[in-house]
DNA sequence: ATAAAACTATGTTATAAAACACAAAAGTAA
DNA sequence: TTACTTTTGTGTTTTATAACATAGTTTTAT
């Protein structure tokens, strides 16, 4: 499990969109309740059935929210990169989570009770929307997925989960190399295919020069071709 | 396109869920704004890419919330009952409708400008609780759904629509047959599969004595049977 | 009432993707 | 270093489901 961090984390910089919406009266109760845990490569941080208590705010790292499918077939639902929030919906929705989280790489999480978040959110109309909104864009993305994944083609879905990654982990130095370390398995699960399936379209795509690889290294050569070949299915 | 309504409807009853959260003044609000509009069935509420104005509530009939997607195959979003909420979640995102509604059968509407819903619930916690817990259920759904809809086989997809449309709409006087009538098109498209493997595999479990067929009318003779169909994929 | 359109049903064929199997490579631990 | 596990890569087979075709049936419109 996670370890709990030793060191002060400045919170007004790294909640900074939470931060925003608050008073100072809430900024001192939140400083007061927020705790930070540290997670490793690949350390579970909650999962299916657990009760949820805190909002989670990812500072440091790479996060997976996953589900487990039929066979033991993940699917992943959702990625998150730092100074995004997660963990709170089923809170609100007073169910046990219907997913798992955990980390790609060493992760620090920032804690903060629910029941405290609920309380202020009921007085704080802007934090309220605040809320609302980061849930109707989730609920947007989620429609999108359900007919990307059931409707596009293996190309199509791997194509796309590509340009995600780009816009989500951004480039490295050379502009072109997505800043994700993933294995196969885990790109299928995002795509919603077999491992060995995204192995050979990702053996395609470098042979139509759309992509390169070094190791788990993806570098995208040919965007527009890559963006083509993901909204043709 | 749909037809205002000229009569007089009670709201303090048909807008049930939403009134035990308002005050007095608000209601007089909501009351004041609050149009009805009437569709025949098959009528379009909304298309995609048009932008959000109202909060919808339907009070009599169903609706389908859909996407077109790749080669005109649409997909049934969700689905929507008497007093449920429905088209406030583009507003929220600040985003056109990522889908399209339409009337499966003569249908009344009540629209709230969300103009005046948002300025509401900045000031009322108890509203914004409603809408925060409204979009985390339906976005837990929609996780379900994205696993549920990619790893199942057509069997258990539509062993699944079929309960959930039991569950949504209920049943006849006999207690077994789903009080819905819908196309072999929308069934295949609420359980993402093509309108011959719906026709197939609905035929298939009349052999074996799961469900029985009267035209568009589905019998349950088998709930166990088809619950286990649905949860073995 | 009658024609036209849409829907239902079923057989046949084609195909995308999973399943299976196994070898090579890369990490990881002792 | 060596052994061991995990990951990657590739070929072959199988299978679920889409695509196509066509006829019968029901619904809708005029």
Redesign the interface.
């Known amino acids: 499990m996670g370890r709990k961090a030793k060191e002060i984390i400045d919170l007004s910089s790294t909640l900074e969109d939470i931060w925003r919406v608050l008073s100072e009266e809430e900024r001192v109760l939140i400083k007061k309740n927020a705790r930070f845990v540290h997670y490793k490569k690949n350390e579970t941080i909650y999962i299916e059935d657990e009760q949820p208590k805190d909002l989670m705010c990812l500072l440091k790292g790479k996060v997976k929210i996953y589900?487990s499918?039929?066979?033991g077939?993940n699917?992943i639902?959702r990625m998150i990169r730092p100074i995004q929030y997660f963990g709170?919906?089923?809170?609100?929705?007073?169910?046990p989570y219907?997913?798992a989280a955990s980390s790609f790489e060493a992760s620090t999480v920032c804690l903060i009770s629910m029941d405290l978040i609920?309380e202020m959110?009921?007085?704080n109309?802007?934090m309220?929307?605040f809320?609302?909104?980061m849930?109707?864009?989730?609920?947007?993305v989620?429609?999108?997925?359900?007919?990307n994944?059931?409707?596009?083609h293996v190309r199509?879905r791997l194509a796309e989960s590509l340009i995600f990654l780009k816009e989500s982990y951004g480039v490295e130095e050379d502009g072109a190399t997505i800043d994700i370390y993933l294995s196969r398995e885990d790109l299928a699960n995002l795509s919603?295919m077999t491992t060995a399936n995204a192995i050979r379209t990702l053996a395609n795509f470098v042979n139509e020069r759309v992509i390169s690889l070094d190791g788990r290294k993806i570098k995208i050569i040919n965007e527009d071709k890559l963006l083509k070949i993901s909204n043709i299915?």
Chains 1, 2 share one sequence.
């Open positions: 589900k499918g039929v066979g077939r699917q639902i709170y919906r089923a809170f609100f929705a007073r169910e219907v997913t609920e959110l009921r007085k109309g802007n309220a929307m809320f609302i909104q849930l109707s864009f989730d609920l947007g989620a429609d999108n997925r359900i007919v994944l059931t409707q596009k199509g919603n299915g």
